[in-house]
């Protein structure tokens, strides 16, 4: 959030999306994004782990239990209900509070499965931050659409190739001097260096004016 306010306090304006990694996911960052009008396209930090098998067979796992939207309750691998006891609050270090909805099963004693379901002495419980999950499913559909596709492609490309770069074809590995202000001199030379080849490379391609790879028709 430090940087996308300080891009708009120098540029005057706000992208109308942000596309970002997992790392920066958080019910904070989407509640800035959702009130300054910008579109998120930021990686679940559980979507490598959706995909794998282990994770769709986890049943201690709330994604992999049932939900009752009308009663508001989930129902677990053992077909017992999980309501809702009470709600708290919690604040984050910077100060955002947000709401979490705490969910209890009606009774684990004797439960075959309860070894697998949860490590609580007493009934399972879950903490669930509504307002984070409909955040989060909102940027989740939307890198799965194709604009969404195209984003992560070019973040990839852009953010991860600038590294490979700077390391493998520069040959930087460390910092040359000490002291905060040489090092931002550093990094700031080494930058303008490389923006400069990548606009020569956009000239010479005739690519000026773009700034998205396209997708790639799939054989």
Not at 19 to 40: F, H, I, K, V, W
Not at 163 to 174: H, P, Q, S, T, W
Request: charged share 35%; proline share 2%.
């Amino acid at each position: 959030m430090p940087f996308l306010k300080q891009m708009k306090e120098k540029l005057g304006f706000n992208y109308p999306s942000v596309t970002a990694d997992s790392g920066y996911e958080s019910e904070e960052g989407y509640s800035y994004l959702r009130e300054e009008g910008q579109q998120p396209y930021i990686k679940p930090q559980t979507y490598e782990k959706w995909k794998k098998r282990s994770f769709k067979q986890d049943i201690s796992k709330r994604e992999n239990m049932g939900y009752d939207q009308e009663s508001d309750t989930y129902i677990c691998h053992a077909g017992k209900e999980l309501r809702v006891i009470y709600l708290k609050k919690q604040r984050s270090k910077s100060g955002y509070e947000s709401e979490v909805t705490v969910y209890e099963c009606e009774d684990c004693t004797g439960c075959p499965y309860k070894e697998k379901c949860t490590k609580a002495k007493g009934n399972k419980r879950l903490y669930v931050s509504k307002s984070f999950l409909e955040k989060r499913e909102e940027s989740y559909q939307n890198i799965q659409s194709e604009k969404g596709i195209k984003y992560r492609m070019n973040r990839s490309i852009q953010v991860e190739g600038a590294f490979g770069v700077l390391k493998n074809d520069y040959g930087f590995e460390r910092f040359l001097l000490r002291g905060k202000k040489k090092v931002k001199l550093e990094i700031l030379l080494l930058s303008m260096g490389y923006n400069l080849n990548k606009l020569h490379r956009k000239i010479q391609n005739e690519r000026t004016g773009r700034y998205l790879f396209d997708l790639k028709a799939s054989a």
